[in-house]
């Protein structure tokens, strides 16, 4: 049976503006990035989105959001970063339990040993699709085929739909990518994707729990 519990407070008294503004800053950025990956991975991995998968295609959709949560990873590589260099930071740190600090340094390391990755592919295809990034997949294109669709509902709406666009984001995709075919460079990135998901989640859940709640009230 689901159960919620939900706590309220004016964000002026949980983040004030005092000796601890920089802190208040990382753990402010680190909430929006924490909801922006959680939105990213819903559109990724949902069967339908009606509206949006009929405008483009449940193919693009997904690489869309994918797309976006590389960047999202990204910010989560320099935040981590920055926080736990914080001073302030370090008496929130005396309050992990043992797992929670487990948790916190694999995060760290595994942010630290992907975070150039991660922003060689945000780079050409996280943000918005450089031109480096297009030269290189129409140089690179193998058996692709694309779709180019007319449509109009007879009245007052129509126009084209480039459903051949994917393929260029696909094929870019690869550039920074370990694995001679499309499909072995895909897993590399999903595979490092879906463990920057998990630790992601897992270094923002331990400040949840070791800071945010309790200072949230009873």
Not at 52 to 70: G, K, M, P, Q, V
Not at 82 to 111: M, V
Not at 122 to 147: C, I, L, P, S, Y
């Amino acid at each position: 049976m689901p159960f919620s519990v939900t706590k309220i407070r004016r964000l002026a008294s949980l983040f004030p503006d005092d000796s601890r503004k920089m802190l208040h800053a990382h753990l402010a950025r680190l909430s929006a990035l924490y909801e922006d990956m959680r939105i990213e991975l819903h559109g990724a991995s949902e069967e339908n989105l009606h509206a949006l998968d009929a405008e483009t295609s449940e193919s693009y959709r997904r690489n869309y959001f994918h797309r976006r949560s590389i960047a999202t990873l990204l910010e989560f590589a320099e935040a981590f970063r920055l926080i736990d260099g914080d001073a302030d930071f370090q008496s929130i740190k005396t309050e992990f339990e043992p797992n929670d600090a487990r948790q916190w340094q694999r995060a760290l390391a595994y942010f630290a040993r992907q975070e150039t990755m991660f922003g060689n592919v945000r780079n050409d295809v996280g943000g918005h699709f450089g031109v480096k990034a297009a030269k290189w997949a129409v140089e690179n294109f193998d058996t692709q085929v694309g779709m180019l669709e007319y449509w109009t509902d007879q009245q007052v709406r129509g126009g084209f739909r480039l459903k051949f666009a994917g393929e260029f984001i696909g094929a870019a995709m690869g550039r920074h990518l370990k694995g001679k075919t499309g499909p072995q460079q895909s897993n590399f990135l999903l595979k490092r994707c879906k463990f920057g998901y998990i630790h992601a989640g897992r270094a923002v859940e331990v400040i949840i729990r070791r800071y945010l709640w309790q200072r949230f009230g009873q």
